[in-house]
């Protein structure tokens, strides 16, 4: 679905490239996520997929094709992006917003309904509570669903997820990556999740790689990693949870 080949990236006055020989695949139906510190590359990854930003050098191939060569309007179109912030029109009522992308392609009214109806449910804001209110109305969790459901409006091969639930809360953020989970597992689409937390990597990912300094350390499992790190560097970020999965299996013996 989608591949990256030593892709580099640096920014003017920038001591370093933010992202430095980048390579890394992703299967259809999988879930990669890119974990790291900020500054690490991640977020500048992922708009490199989508063409926000473009490499310096090295290839992107998205379903076997290099996204330069794509139609710029047609990439952003089959791909969805949400973000930390969601980045929602407050002059717009939720139903509004989810169906932007649909009323922008030409979707008729009737069908546009039903989508945006569809989807509202399938992120637990039911159409006859939510569809009539406005962001500042809702709570971030809330906001956060509306994001959701309007990336998956044009149902999208590809999911690009920076740093979703970031600002949330523990309860809402639990919350919200349980939702993913199930969401995952209803459309099976192939989603590259950025995040700097640890636990969220290892609670919603099929493999992790893992950025440090504008490079890929690792790309594996949270069993490999925990198990087999490759690098110092993975190796001290999972001590303390292999540490804490040698306890709890210990106190279950």
């Known amino acids: 679905m989608l ?18 020989d980048v390579s ?4 259809e139906g999988e879930t ?3 974990l790291g510190s900020s500054g690490c590359g991640k977020s500048t990854t992922l708009k490199l997929v989508n063409r926000l930003l473009e490499p ?24 969805g992006y949400v973000i930390q912030g ?62 959701v459901a309007r990336a998956l409006a044009a149902d999208p091969e590809l999911l690009l997820m920076d740093e979703p639930f970031g600002a949330l809360d523990g309860v809402n953020r639990e919350h919200l990556q349980e939702e993913l989970i199930r969401l995952k597992g209803e459309l099976k689409k192939t989603i590259v999740f950025v995040t700097h937390d640890l636990f969220e990597a290892m609670a919603l990912a099929d493999r992790i790689a893992v950025m440090h300094e504008g490079k ?30 040698t306890l709890y299996n210990t106190s279950r013996e």
């Open 56 to 79: 310096d050098s090295g290839d992107i191939f998205y379903k076997n094709k290099p996204v330069r060569d794509w139609n710029l309007e047609e990439l952003r179109r089959s791909i």
């Open 32 to 34: 990669l996520v890119l």
């Open 24 to 27: 890394f695949s992703v299967s």
């Open 3 to 20: 591949s990256l080949s030593h892709i580099a990236k640096s920014f003017p006055g920038g001591q370093s490239p933010a992202v430095n």
């Open 86 to 147: 969601v980045g929602l029109f407050p002059h717009w009522t939720v139903a509004e917003n989810v169906g932007a992308v649909l009323r922008i392609q030409g979707v008729g009214p009737a069908d546009q309904d039903k989508r945006v109806h569809d989807l509202m449910e399938m992120v637990d804001l039911p159409w006859d509570i939510f569809a009539g209110r406005y962001p500042e109305e809702l709570s971030g969790g809330q906001n956060q669903r509306v994001g």
């Open 216 to 245: 890929i350390e690792q790309v594996a499992t949270t069993n490999e990693l925990l198990n087999r790190p490759a690098t110092p560097f993975v190796r001290r970020l999972f001590e303390k949870p292999a540490r804490q999965l």
